[in-house]
């Protein structure tokens, strides 16, 4: 549907009061790309506005964790993501100049190496600019039935019902304003949200904690560092303390500096100025960048005091903003809008009670709250990968390798978008129809190696959400039909480590 007929059709809702938008998602950042998309792939329309024209050209983020890469895997994009960026070992490289790199060092910034990455995960961190990604979500979106978007179009105000959302849009070219009625929304629209701004949830934590400045160039780079390919590199040199970040393919770069207004004379950040400090960055007095963009911005470690209010949630930058320390910021939005829109999805399909959505923010503000206060450590660049790594996993099941007709495939390959049963073979394989739920449910039956793997014991069964998170560990024998009976039963509120069948049965009864 092209853009026109959608807001003909938005246009529309306000003359049918009987009409329901499922889902009204605001922003189109990586946040409302992944909700859109999650919600898609469960067969549930949103409409997505964005008060932007299209989609940004500037890179941001340049860094997607393990956990992100595994989500855009499960959807077929990795390919297609990866093809934006550019192979270099996740370090933060520390070296006075580039033309130096090779005398540098490098240090753990908290994602893992290459190697590590083949034991843990199916795929590995990625080095790719936040505008690529954003062009491969929405260009995958656009090919989904159940997605629509305007954009152009923002929200003039919100209004919390007993029955959903009723949120005001405006068209930013002609002026146009009309009404939308959705049965959730989900604010995306980033640190400076309208959406929370109207609803009346506050942010706590620090702003202003530091000022940066970036320059978006490109510059024959790759040439003078070789085969010291990194995702950051920490310039010491006295006269160009920064950072340079690789920022897509063909050597599009960043360069970074962190500067205090107050603690001196102004500095001079004009072009002139810039393109000096890079060709002492990087060590090459001659070097002629082509600077397309220099822009700033200001280092923020908060919180929203909520991540719902009634029918609206927030994701994303919205609910918290970090500071570039770690890489978390996109990583973390990403996971926000995926545990929102398979959650979302589940609710408006019948598969699980509304409360359900309780858990949204029961699961993702502890992570929220760890990465804020990591990117408010001066020192939060520098994490070992197994304790960042915790964190970004989230907990799902472990990734193993075991052959099938088309090739190998992970054990997270095997997830579907209801319930999964992983068996040992020594299970025994009961009359299925008589152990159902209100979700579809899948059983793959492991070889004894892979079952261990996971944690499951000889003759017994491991129950999985669609996001891998372990539900319930079962044990065969007289009472394990009563047991998967009340694990499915509970399944839609259990996350976290996988509870004995004794438990779960017993919060199923009380």
């Not at 100025?273 to 070097?287: F, K, N, Y």
């Not at 990465?371 to 099941?397: F, K, M, T, W």
């Amino acid at each position: 549907m092209s853009e026109r007929a959608i807001l003909a059709t938005i246009r529309s809702m306000t003359l049918r009061r009987h009409h329901e938008v499922p889902v009204l998602i605001v922003g189109a950042g990586p946040a409302g790309l992944t909700t859109a998309l999650a919600l898609a792939r469960h067969g549930v329309e949103s409409l997505l506005v964005e008060r932007r024209s299209d989609v940004p050209s500037l890179p941001r983020a340049t860094s997607i964790s393990t956990r992100s890469m595994e989500l855009l895997r499960s959807w077929g994009l990795e390919d297609d993501v990866r093809s934006g960026g550019v192979e270099a070992e996740w370090l933060l490289w520390q070296c006075e100049t580039l033309a130096s790199a090779r005398a540098g060092s490098g240090v753990f910034g908290g994602f893992p190496t290459r190697e590590q990455s083949a034991v843990i995960s199916p795929t590995g961190p990625a080095c790719v600019p936040q505008d690529h990604l954003e062009s491969v979500l929405l260009r995958h979106l656009r090919s989904m039935r159940a997605f629509r978007a305007a954009f152009g179009v923002a929200v003039v105000s919100v209004h919390d019902r007993p029955d959903g959302v009723r949120a005001e849009l405006r068209h930013a070219g002609t002026g146009e304003s009309w009404t939308v009625h959705a049965r959730y929304l989900v604010a995306a629209d980033g640190a400076h949200s309208t959406v929370r701004n109207g609803l009346g949830i506050a942010m706590h934590g620090p702003d202003h904690l530091a000022e940066a400045v970036t320059a978006l160039f490109r510059a024959p780079l790759w040439k003078l560092l070789g085969d010291c390919r990194y995702g950051v590199y920490d310039i010491s040199h006295p006269e160009a303390a920064g950072v340079f970040l690789p920022a897509g393919r063909d050597d599009r770069w960043l360069y970074g500096v962190i500067h205090r207004p107050a603690s001196g004379q102004p500095e001079d950040f004009s072009e002139q100025s810039i393109t000096r400090r890079i060709r002492l960055g990087a060590g090459v007095a001659t070097l002629q960048p082509s600077i397309e963009r220099i822009g700033s911005f200001s280092f923020a470690a908060q919180l929203a005091e909520r991540f719902r209010r009634g029918s609206a949630f927030l994701v994303g930058d919205a609910a918290h903003r970090v500071t570039p320390r770690g890489g978390t910021g996109m990583n973390t939005a990403i996971h926000d809008g995926y545990d929102l829109g398979w959650k979302l999805a589940w609710v408006l399909r019948g598969w699980a009670a509304p409360w359900l959505l309780d858990s949204y923010e029961t699961e993702r503000r502890p992570v929220a709250e760890h990465n804020v206060a990591r990117s408010a450590d001066p020192n939060g660049s520098v994490l070992g990968a197994e304790q960042a790594l915790h964190v970004d996993l989230g907990g799902r099941i472990a990734h193993v390798w075991l052959p099938s007709a088309s090739g190998r495939v992970s054990t997270l390959d095997l997830l579907g978008p209801g319930l999964t049963l992983f068996t040992d073979p020594q299970w025994t394989m009961w009359n299925m129809a008589s152990v159902t739920g209100p979700s579809p449910l899948v059983v793959r039956s492991l070889d004894a190696i892979t079952a261990q793997a996971i944690g499951i014991r000889s003759g017994g069964a491991l129950l999985v959400r669609p996001d891998g998170s372990p539900i319930a560990m079962l044990a065969e024998g007289a009472g394990a039909v009563h047991a998967l009976r009340a694990a499915l039963a509970s399944a839609p509120a259990a996350s976290g480590r996988p509870q004995t069948a004794t438990a779960v049965a017993a919060r199923a009864v009380a």
